[in-house]
């Protein structure tokens, strides 16, 4: 299995943006899947998971961030509003979600004040 994370990039803040994570490698779709980020010299943090029916935050993102999959695309979506400075980090998707056994290779978001 392989996940290619995309969509950071540069904002301002107050802004969005949208991660998409396309897993590839015959994954199953009945997976669970999850974002982390990881700040420059800070520990990985969990954000944000989904399975088939339920999804599951970070308090830090609770109500700013929206996860979401499209099974046909095997594609996990986060989308990110009201972007702040200390959202500065680097993003990575798992799989299966919580042992993690896949991540991604990381999509770098940086928020400007």
């Known amino acids: 299995v392989q996940l290619q994370a995309s969509g950071g990039g540069l904002v301002q803040a107050g802004g969005s943006l949208r991660l998409s994570c396309a897993a590839s490698?015959?994954?199953?779709?009945?997976?669970?899947m999850g974002w982390f980020r990881q700040a420059p010299g800070k520990e990985r943090n969990f954000l944000a998971a989904i399975t088939n029916g339920n999804t599951y935050y970070a308090d830090s993102v609770k109500g700013r961030f929206t996860i979401s999959r499209d099974n046909a695309k095997n594609t996990v979506y986060l989308q990110m509003n009201s972007l702040k400075p200390e959202d500065t980090a680097v993003y990575y998707c798992?799989?299966?979600?919580?042992?993690?056994?896949?991540w991604g290779q990381g999509t770098l978001v940086t928020v400007s004040s």
């Open positions: 490698g015959r994954p199953n779709s009945n997976y669970a």
């Open positions: 798992t799989l299966p979600w919580p042992r993690n056994d896949y």
